[in-house]
């Protein structure tokens, strides 16, 4: 099977959840490929798309939310979303791509290849197989001016939000969202430990704000740094992301009991090393988090499709969310201490979450391929 993902870099969690599938195609021997579709036109459009959306997201939040309010207020009116205009511009660059690359599938973890893939479908241009995978647990503005021939959700419970948008139910799946292979591994954490050098005797905070280091981050790591400045047995380990203001300002403060990490390519080894997640969330590291099975809190979200995120997580007993202070740090810290408490949510998220969506995803992609 020839196989091709498309996706964008608007946030890391779609790239991760693409990665996630080329990953299980690769290893089951098909040809797979994974492209920005956008670089076909020009590497300055991609790159600029994506370092608009995140200057947004990781500067500015409350306009990132106000531009979402108005993408669900315009999903009411009876006719296309400018988003889905835009895309029309990219029909004949993809038709060419096609002439000259076979694929039987096309499959995006991104809202913008599915919106190109169906204006080109809707000029009568042939395309392979189309398969949509969400990677935010709540059907985002747009996603029903799609027309793709299947759509992964994260969930059952979230079918009918995705069918009282507009997609048809026979079109839903809900397989989840795919992580690689690497977050549902078994490994225990003393050896995890080991291998990152880490103290058997600490307990450790993972601290991130996304690929990004969005989510008001900044001013969470302070509130946290102060609470547990006095509890020597927790160190907090702080991953940035492409953040690079906020890893040099960290770097700078050179405080004890704390390691700054810049970009990470081993987050499931940390998350397996860790006793408490602290994040914003993200649609793809929460479910990548809830795989590994360590406890989650959720700082605020940037406003948006990370509100469903953390109201479905914390609904469903898989983290414990909302604005850092000294009230929630301290349940964050009984959290840690409490084997109880961390088994419980462990457990929810073992139950609501499947660690193996990207194999049902590619089981999924070779059964329409037949």
Same mark, same amino acid.
């Given at each position: 099977?020839?196989?091709?993902?498309?996706?964008?870099?608007?946030?890391?969690?779609?790239?991760?959840?693409? /990665?996630?599938?080329? =990953?299980?195609?690769? $290893? @089951? *021997?098909?040809?797979?490929?994974? #492209?920005? !579709?956008?670089?076909?036109?020009?590497?300055?459009?991609?790159?600029?798309?994506?370092?608009?959306?995140?200057?947004?997201?990781?500067?500015?939040?409350?306009?990132?939310?106000?531009?979402?309010?108005?993408?669900?207020?315009?999903?009411?009116?009876?006719?296309?979303?400018?988003?889905?205009?835009?895309?029309?511009?990219?029909?004949?660059?993809?038709?060419?791509?096609?002439?000259?690359?076979?694929?039987?599938?096309?499959?995006?973890?991104?809202?913008?290849?599915?919106?190109?893939?169906?204006?080109?479908?809707?000029?009568?241009?042939?395309?392979?197989?189309?398969?949509?995978?969400?990677?935010?647990?709540?059907?985002?503005?747009?996603?029903?001016?799609?027309?793709?021939?299947?759509?992964?959700?994260?969930? /059952?419970?979230?079918? =009918?939000?995705?069918? $009282? @948008? *507009?997609?048809?139910?026979?079109? #839903?799946? !809900?397989?989840?969202?795919?992580?690689?292979?690497?977050?549902?591994?078994?490994?225990?954490?003393?050896?995890?430990?080991?291998?990152?050098?880490?103290?058997?005797?600490?307990?450790?905070?993972?601290?991130?704000?996304?690929?990004?280091?969005?989510?008001?981050?900044?001013?969470?790591?302070?509130?946290?740094?102060?609470?547990?400045?006095?509890?020597?047995?927790?160190?907090?380990?702080?991953?940035?992301?492409?953040?690079?203001?906020?890893?040099?300002?960290?770097?700078?403060?050179?405080?004890?009991?704390?390691?700054?990490?810049?970009?990470?390519?081993?987050?499931?080894?940390?998350?397996?090393?860790?006793?408490?997640?602290?994040?914003?969330?993200?649609?793809?590291?929460?479910?990548?988090?809830?795989?590994?099975?360590?406890?989650?809190?959720?700082?605020?979200?940037?406003?948006?499709?990370?509100?469903?995120?953390?109201?479905?997580?914390?609904?469903?007993?898989?983290?414990?969310?909302?604005?850092?202070?000294?009230?929630?740090?301290?349940?964050?810290?009984?959290?840690?201490?409490?084997?109880?408490?961390?088994?419980?949510?462990?457990?929810?998220?073992?139950?609501?979450?499947?660690?193996?969506?990207?194999?049902?995803?590619?089981?999924?992609?070779?059964?329409?391929?037949?």
């Amino acid at each position: 099977m020839d196989a091709l993902i498309l996706s964008c870099g608007t946030g890391g969690g779609h790239n991760s959840a693409g /990665k996630a599938i080329l =990953e299980e195609m690769k $290893k @089951r *021997g098909h040809h797979a490929k994974m #492209l920005n !579709p956008y670089m076909l036109k020009s590497n300055r459009l991609s790159n600029g798309i994506d370092r608009t959306y995140i200057a947004t997201a990781r500067n500015t939040p409350k306009a990132f939310g106000a531009i979402y309010r108005i993408g669900n207020s315009y999903r009411r009116l009876p006719f296309h979303s400018p988003v889905y205009f835009v895309n029309r511009g990219m029909d004949k660059i993809m038709q060419e791509y096609f002439t000259e690359h076979h694929f039987d599938v096309v499959i995006m973890p991104h809202l913008f290849p599915a919106e190109i893939m169906t204006n080109m479908k809707r000029h009568g241009i042939s395309i392979p197989k189309t398969i949509f995978v969400a990677t935010d647990y709540v059907c985002i503005p747009f996603t029903e001016e799609t027309e793709c021939d299947a759509y992964i959700i994260p969930a /059952k419970d979230l079918t =009918e939000d995705f069918i $009282k @948008r *507009g997609l048809p139910k026979e079109k #839903l799946y !809900p397989f989840g969202i795919p992580t690689r292979n690497c977050f549902a591994a078994n490994e225990p954490r003393r050896e995890v430990k080991k291998r990152l050098r880490l103290a058997m005797e600490k307990k450790y905070i993972l601290i991130a704000g996304g690929s990004m280091g969005g989510g008001n981050i900044e001013n969470a790591i302070s509130k946290i740094q102060y609470y547990f400045s006095s509890r020597k047995d927790i160190e907090l380990i702080i991953v940035c992301g492409s953040n690079q203001n906020l890893f040099q300002k960290l770097k700078e403060q050179n405080n004890a009991g704390i390691t700054v990490i810049g970009q990470c390519d081993d987050m499931s080894s940390y998350m397996k090393a860790c006793d408490l997640f602290i994040t914003k969330p993200g649609g793809l590291s929460s479910t990548e988090a809830a795989v590994c099975g360590i406890p989650i809190l959720h700082t605020s979200p940037i406003p948006g499709c990370e509100s469903y995120n953390a109201d479905y997580f914390s609904k469903h007993g898989m983290s414990i969310s909302g604005e850092i202070t000294e009230e929630l740090l301290h349940i964050a810290e009984e959290l840690i201490r409490n084997e109880s408490m961390r088994t419980e949510m462990i457990a929810c998220q073992k139950k609501f979450i499947n660690p193996y969506a990207a194999v049902n995803v590619c089981d999924f992609a070779e059964k329409i391929c037949r």
